[in-house]
């Protein structure tokens, strides 16, 4: 599958904790990026990072990524109800006429 | 129009009918995908396209299931005889280019068939 694995599945958490969720793939990529879903209709862009970069913040959003180990990990701060959604990484590899795969996403519940 | 468009929002089709779902990406964006996502699950990759041209179909499930992109721009995704496992939402991202740029998504079509 070119899907990668997300983790954890889900996570719940309480308002102003953290939360960390993380993603593996298997083939080099160009770039990965972050999205969020609500209500499982339309997803929104969170994030891109390129493969020659380690670390981008945007926000209370931090994403790090780590290509020998090929992962990626989405911190969320100080989280709050809002952030209730399903959170998706999804890559572009470097294979010529490839296109932006999915993981499976993780689930995030946030109670105030 | 702002974003990407999809049309219909909902579809209920009876099994073994054909149907069209429509999709209409931001003006000037090269890259048009369509994903298939079922209840609970995670976005499953059909196909894209580089302005007309689709370098990559290999998420299509079979051969009922075909796209066209017209123009650069409108995207259709044609499912044929459809089955029961195919009642899922149809999502559409377009994006400037395919490489190192966001996708904006429509809302997505709920096609249930019965």
């Known amino acids: 599958s070119q899907q990668g694995e997300e983790d954890p599945q889900a996570l719940s958490i309480q308002e102003g904790e953290n939360a960390t969720m993380n993603c593996s793939y298997k083939t080099s990529i160009n770039n990965l990026q972050w999205y969020r879903q609500n209500s499982g209709r339309g997803l929104v862009h969170l994030i891109l990072?390129?493969?020659?970069?380690r670390e981008k913040h945007s926000g209370r959003l931090r994403v790090t990524l780590d290509t020998s180990k090929k992962s990626s990990s989405l911190l969320i701060t100080a989280s709050r109800a809002a952030d209730t959604a399903s959170y998706f990484c999804?890559?572009?590899?470097?294979?010529?006429?490839?296109?932006?795969?999915f993981g499976k996403g993780t689930t995030l519940s946030v109670s105030s | 129009g702002a974003g990407v468009s999809q049309s219909p929002s909902n579809k209920v089709t009876e099994k073994g009918k054909d149907v069209e779902l429509r999709c209409d990406p931001i003006?000037?964006?090269?890259?048009l995908y369509w994903y298939r996502q079922s209840l609970g699950q995670g976005l499953e990759f059909l196909i894209y396209f580089q302005g007309n041209s689709a370098p990559d179909k290999s998420g299509l499930p079979s051969d009922r299931f075909s796209a066209e992109r017209t123009g650069g721009s409108v995207s259709t995704l044609t499912i044929q005889r459809t089955q029961q496992e195919d009642s899922a939402v149809y999502l559409c991202a377009s994006s400037l280019v395919v490489k190192n740029t966001e996708a904006f998504f429509g809302q997505g079509t709920r096609l249930t068939v019965v």
């Open positions: 990072i390129r493969s020659n970069e």
């Open positions: 003006s000037g964006h090269t890259a």
């Open positions: 999804a890559r572009i590899t470097n294979q010529a006429g490839t296109a932006l795969i």
